[in-house]
């Protein structure tokens, strides 16, 4: 099977892994990965990215020349993509760049032109309700009129595009999954020392950017009412960085917890889970907010919360809020709580805290959902069977 893949997302290395182990799969598998040529991320990755080719064996990345810097719905390819779909002739043609972007509507058009007979699938992370004006709408209808499947980030983006009046195959699935080699139990009792925690301290663990939309202001009030009900030492340890610093930090003085945070700065990917092994439970507590809006959208609620399946493989029980795809990560291997609601999240912490059988329990459960549903190769297993269902269907 020839698959090629469109998207800003490979630009780095480290996000490939999952199409590397696609082309473990079998002996006939190939993967081509298009990216475009520079890219300027934004938001706490202020850097421009200039990307580069490279193959290791039946796998290769291919930069093209790109047009829009920095918006996936904009982003399109140069004309060199022609010849090397030419070359290539893939069978299935994936762009992760969502229902409404040109580079879709590129590839089904280069598609159709060539003859290829590749199948039309698209990613998108999108889990909120959305209204389109023409002209936008009518792209919209024109990939969705020849998408063969789509792989959604979450169930709630297969509903809506259900709502859209897409009739075909979906199938759910995260974009990137959880490297086991690196994210896994491990004791790091110097990095706690050097960082003063305690053996006997609980340590409640957050990982991710400091914004608003994150629920670190929820945490940070549940966290305050946790220190009226439990005499068990504890710790605040928070990894990233963000607008929201001062806040928490004025908050969390106003609260009298000042003394129990432990700030880290981002720190390179790799050493994360020196972190999360330090953590006693890991609590993703996002909200669900309408204040952001972009040309064709309105409102952000949480799309997955990669960090759990990170935790979840570290054998860190997660508490997680019900804000979009948390509970479906989840299930029943942690504890969720109504987002925005801070008595419920203390009573969670608590419940952690003092029960620590079931703390070590949910751990278990955790790390088995996590190797069974999302390592890398798990993810590249589930989503080449659905390439090879679509296969099986003719047009």
């Known amino acids: 099977m020839k698959i090629l ?19 473990t799969l079998g002996s006939d598998i190939e993967v081509t990965i ?7 991320p934004g938001g706490v990755q202020k850097d421009a990215i200039e990307s580069h080719g490279w193959q290791d064996g039946s796998l290769r990345v291919v930069p093209v020349t790109n047009f829009s810097y920095n918006n996936q719905g904009l982003l399109a390819f140069g004309t060199e993509l022609f010849p090397l779909l030419r ?13 409404k972007s040109l580079g879709y509507a590129e590839l089904i058009t280069f598609n159709r032109l060539l003859g290829l ?14 209204t389109l004006q023409f002209p936008v709408s009518l792209l919209e209808t024109y990939n969705l009129r020849q998408t063969h499947g789509i792989i959604t980030g979450n169930q709630d983006g297969s509903d809506i595009l259900r709502q859209r009046g897409y009739g075909g195959p979906i199938q759910v699935l995260p974009q990137l999954g959880v490297d086991e080699r690196c994210f896994r139990p491990q004791s790091q009792p110097e990095l706690a020392a050097q960082l003063g925690i305690q053996p006997h301290d609980f340590v409640i663990g957050f990982v991710g950017r400091f914004v608003e939309e994150k629920g670190l202001l929820t945490l940070c009030d549940a966290l305050g009412e946790l220190q009226h009900h439990s005499d068990r030492p504890w710790k605040w340890l928070l990894l990233g960085r963000g607008p929201l610093k001062d806040a ?18 981002s720190v390179p990917h790799d050493t994360v889970p020196n972190y999360i092994n330090l953590m006693s439970t890991l609590v993703l507590p996002s909200q669900t907010t309408y204040q952001f809006k972009t040309l064709t959208s309105v409102g952000w609620k949480e799309q997955f919360g990669h960090v759990l399946i990170e935790a979840m493989a570290c054998q860190v029980p997660v508490i997680g809020s019900d804000s979009g795809e948390i509970p479906h990560v989840i299930t029943d ?11 419920a999240l203390r009573d969670s912490l608590l419940t952690l805290m003092h029960q620590p059988e079931l703390a070590i329990e949910l751990s278990k459960r955790g790390y ?15 989503q080449f069977t659905f390439y090879q269902e679509l296969l099986k269907h003719d047009d």
């Open 34 to 40: 298009v990216v475009p040529k520079y890219w300027q």
């Open 117 to 130: 007979k590749a199948k039309n699938i698209f990613f998108t992370w999108w889990n909120l309700p959305y």
């Open 368 to 382: 088995q959902r996590a190797m069974k549903y999302y390592t890398n190769r798990a993810i590249a297993q589930q």
């Open 248 to 265: 928490l930090v004025e908050k969390a003085t106003a609260l009298g917890i000042s003394d129990r945070l432990i700030w880290i700065e």
């Open 87 to 99: 070359q290539f002739r893939p069978q299935i043609i994936q762009v992760e760049q969502g229902s």
């Open 5 to 23: 893949i469109a998207s800003h997302t490979y630009i780095v290395d480290l996000n490939c892994e999952k199409y590397r182990a696609m082309t």
């Open 333 to 343: 291997t942690g504890l969720v709580f109504p987002e925005g609601q801070v008595t």
